[in-house]
């Protein structure tokens, strides 16, 4: 077992190639990363604010991971082992980046005004995170997880948007129990995490969830097989993610997502495409992660005839 830990390394706040390695790792291998939360350990008590003078950015990263024989055009399997929280709290809160999460048009700005300062430290307890008197499932998962993109495409990725390559997705379904699937651009495919969550809704919508800090356990295998955008698997479901992007409205992605999930029902159980797509629209769902992002999911049984 391999373990990397932000305190060690500093923390990365782009999903670059250029960076050193900071961990190796076999195929099969597993690894434990220890991750800071989104604002870089910023919020921890009452009356923290998130000061962007001193830490510009969020969303703060451990990686690149090289991971051994991975090969570009080929994909890494990452299966989420286990997410345990560090320090026994999260912290959610509305920023300046808030603001502009709900109102990329800049009209409070315009009115000479700005959305409210506000934030909760939230107690993690077992199965429980605590919001004021408000008892919330603890349902951890890795907002951040990504591959260093190929630079012609996506450029040097920040760890705020997502893309082909994985990255800020904020999809709920990246899990203890699911694997993740993403492409290969560059030797060793150079893996980042971090952005952990104790609880998020779809959509993200306050610009946040509970941000903690976390010691996540990955399980890394490679594959030959390309892959056009990240994929996503349970037990129970399949998933296809396609994000926003230049000349990508959210729509687009709705229709990427769905047609990737065709393909891939077709790839996996011998059903046409198009036979795919029709079944998709009668039983699939669509779960959004931020308002970049969104996974295309169907159950499994629906697709299995020996069922």
Known sequence: MVRV??????????LSPYEKPVAYVKPGGLIVVEVEDASSGQIRKPGDVRDRGRIPFGNPLVGPIYVEGAKPGGSVIV????????IGQGAIYFSDFTERYLTEVPILRFMRTAFPYRMKICRI???TVFFDGLKLPYKPMVGTIGTAPYLEVESVSSSLLPGRHGGNMDIPDICPGS??????FYEGALLYVGDVHAIQGDGEISGTAIEMPAEVALRIDISEQ??????IESGEEMMCIATTGSGRSFEDAVRIAFLELALWIEERYGIDRFDGLMICSIAGKIRVGNLWSLAAKIEKRYLDRSL
């Open 5 to 14: 830990s932000f305190r060690d390394i500093g923390l990365r706040y782009t």
């Open 79 to 86: 299966t989420i082992e286990d997410i345990k929280p560090t």
């Open 179 to 184: 694997r993740v699937s993403l492409p290969v």
């Open 125 to 127: 307890e077992g199965d």
């Open 226 to 231: 390309g892959l056009r955008w990240p994929r």
